[in-house]
């Protein structure tokens, strides 16, 4: 399993895109599915800025590892209060625009685009585990 | 990285997107739909032909935007998204609220209609 760790704040986020996109593409994943991880990725660590550390700093790790059934997964870990991201309300995706929100859009679109996630408090971390199906050749 | 490329014709402005619309780049796009918004603009067409990926930080800008335009009476139509775009907008609903088409021509078409 390759780990990076990086301080949790906006600048890290290229570094952190990079790390995985060479992971995938070295796990010889369909192409077209890194920008669905990339986008699970950013979606995960922009509310780790924000939800976990909110004005304090703090680490964000991301690892990398393929599971026995050969999916690819990601593990996000952070050192944060208690957070569990996919207990956030689902937002409502049919109203009209005037009472359209945007609280929630970016877990709803992980939950959407990952194929198996996990959330679990362990240590005191946080650690959200996210898995994509290699598509079907 | 973002760049915006602006063309005006008219009242008519045009928009193309080049790269990635994300948490870093989403606040250089809000401030320039604020400042052309604020310029007077009545109709405008985002081309996003060569925007490779837009994650919950760009929606939430078009959200605001398209919100900020039905107030105010500029009419605004979106174009060529690619693939993975076009899913975010679709998995978000953002498809049945803001008016998408598949070519520019028909976009800025559908803004004269």
Same mark, same amino acid.
């Given at each position: 399993?390759?780990?990076?760790?990086?301080?949790?704040?906006?600048?890290?986020?290229?570094?952190?895109?990079?790390?995985?996109?060479?992971?995938?593409?070295?796990?010889?994943?369909?192409?077209?599915?890194?920008?669905?991880?990339?986008?699970?990725?950013?979606?995960?660590?922009?509310?780790?800025?924000?939800?976990?550390?909110?004005?304090?700093?703090?680490?964000?790790?991301?690892?990398?590892?393929?599971?026995?059934?050969?999916?690819?997964?990601?593990?996000?870990?952070?050192?944060?209060?208690?957070?569990?991201?996919?207990?956030?309300?689902?937002?409502?995706?049919?109203?009209?625009?005037?009472?359209?929100?945007?609280?929630?859009?970016?877990?709803?679109?992980?939950?959407?685009?990952?194929?198996?996630?996990?959330?679990?408090?362990?240590?005191?971390?946080?650690?959200?585990?996210?898995?994509?199906?290699?598509?079907?050749? | 990285?973002?760049?915006?490329?602006?063309?005006?014709?008219?009242?008519?402005?045009?928009?193309?997107?080049? !790269?990635? #619309?994300?948490?870093?780049?989403?606040?250089? *796009?809000?401030?320039? +739909? =604020?400042?052309?918004?604020?310029?007077?603009?009545?109709?405008?067409?985002?081309?996003? !032909?060569? #925007?490779?990926?837009?994650?919950?930080?760009? *929606?939430?800008?078009? +959200? =605001?935007?398209?919100?900020?335009?039905?107030?105010?009476?500029?009419?605004?139509?979106?174009?060529?998204?690619?693939?993975?775009?076009?899913?975010?907008?679709?998995?978000?609903?953002?498809?049945?609220?803001?008016?998408?088409?598949?070519?520019?021509?028909?976009?800025?078409?559908?803004?004269?209609?």
């Amino acid at each position: 399993m390759e780990i990076l760790r990086l301080p949790a704040e906006l600048e890290s986020l290229e570094r952190f895109r990079k790390f995985v996109t060479e992971r995938a593409a070295e796990s010889g994943l369909d192409s077209r599915l890194i920008p669905k991880i990339e986008l699970v990725l950013e979606e995960i660590l922009t509310n780790q800025v924000m939800h976990a550390y909110k004005e304090r700093e703090g680490e964000a790790e991301v690892a990398c590892f393929p599971r026995r059934d050969g999916c690819f997964c990601l593990q996000l870990r952070d050192w944060g209060p208690e957070f569990d991201p996919l207990k956030q309300a689902a937002p409502d995706t049919a109203a009209p625009l005037e009472e359209r929100r945007v609280g929630g859009l970016g877990i709803h679109l992980v939950k959407n685009m990952a194929d198996h996630l996990e959330y679990r408090r362990e240590d005191g971390k946080n650690i959200l585990t996210v898995c994509f199906k290699k598509p079907a050749v | 990285m973002l760049t915006i490329d602006e063309s005006r014709e008219a009242e008519l402005t045009v928009l193309q997107l080049t !790269g990635r #619309l994300d948490a870093v780049t989403a606040p250089e *796009l809000e401030q320039r +739909l =604020a400042t052309l918004a604020g310029d007077g603009c009545g109709k405008m067409a985002v081309d996003f !032909g060569k #925007l490779e990926m837009i994650v919950s930080a760009g *929606l939430r800008v078009f +959200l =605001a935007f398209a919100k900020k335009c039905r107030k105010s009476g500029i009419r605004l139509a979106l174009c060529r998204m690619q693939p993975v775009v076009y899913e975010v907008f679709k998995i978000s609903g953002f498809t049945e609220i803001l008016a998408i088409f598949p070519t520019r021509e028909e976009a800025v078409r559908s803004l004269d209609s």
